[in-house]
């Protein structure tokens, strides 16, 4: 089995200021782990990825993500929030018991706000 | 290139109506799901098909059915429409791996409100 625990429902931050958003996961054998973000009224895109290579992990826009595997984490930071980074952010893990279809497992959702 | 297609975008149901929420993708992906999406609890698996002819269900696959006739459409019927059953769904797909993990991006359509009053 396999959860998914996002820290937050809603985060504020300011302009300009760091972004951190929390995920933490429970996986019975080694995870991979997703950031998808959603736009308003749009579908969810892939933000980044980790497959079991690097640890530290960079995506678009300037996210990042770091796997700490004894912290069972996976947040995501960005070091200087835009406006245009207001969204929800959705942490997701799938691992190789799911091959019955690539199972994807979401978190809650993180909606990111972003004040002037 | 339009990737994952779902129609229409916006329904509003009275109770006990039947519906069908279509989604196509043109990607040639053998992997294709649905999901719901309620505040606070994320995003949730209720059907997912591995490929034409096979479907099996999610974690909340109660009062959904699907069918999958072809690679590229994969619709899913609402017999009996319940208010527990108002809101966002979305269509995903994702070229299949042959076992292991998901390791890929998942590519989502753009959603399905639905309201069932």
């Known amino acids: 089995a396999q959860s998914v625990t996002q820290l937050g429902s809603h985060v504020s931050v300011s302009e300009g200021a760091l972004v951190l958003l929390r995920c933490n996961y429970s996986s019975s054998v080694p995870p991979y782990l997703f950031w998808y973000v959603q736009y308003p009224n749009q579908g969810l895109q892939l933000l980044l990825k980790y497959t079991s290579a690097a640890t530290l992990v960079k995506g678009i826009n300037g996210f990042e993500a770091e796997f700490k595997k004894s912290e069972t984490s996976f947040h995501l930071t960005k070091p200087s929030a835009h406006m245009s980074d207001a969204a929800e952010y959705f942490c997701?893990?799938?691992?190789?018991?799911?091959?019955?279809?690539?199972?994807?497992?979401f978190g809650g959702g993180t909606r990111l706000m972003v004040k002037p | 290139n339009a990737g994952v297609t779902q129609t229409p975008k916006f329904q509003v149901l009275k109770t006990g109506q039947s519906m069908t929420l279509q989604c196509a993708q043109d990607m040639n992906h053998e992997y294709m799901s649905w999901y719901r999406q309620d505040p606070g609890m994320g995003l949730r698996l209720i059907h997912y098909s591995v490929g034409a002819g096979i479907t099996d269900q999610g974690e909340v696959p109660n009062g959904y059915n699907v069918s999958r006739s072809t690679t590229e459409d994969f619709p899913l019927r609402l017999l009996s429409a319940a208010p527990s059953q108002t809101s966002v769904y979305f269509c995903?797909?994702?070229?299949?791996?042959?076992?292991?993990?998901?390791?890929?991006?998942?590519?989502f359509g753009e959603g399905s409100r639905l309201t069932v009053l």
């Open positions: 995903a797909s994702i070229h299949r791996r042959t076992g292991g993990a998901n390791t890929g991006e998942l590519f």
């Open positions: 997701a893990v799938s691992n190789t018991a799911n091959n019955a279809g690539n199972m994807l497992t």
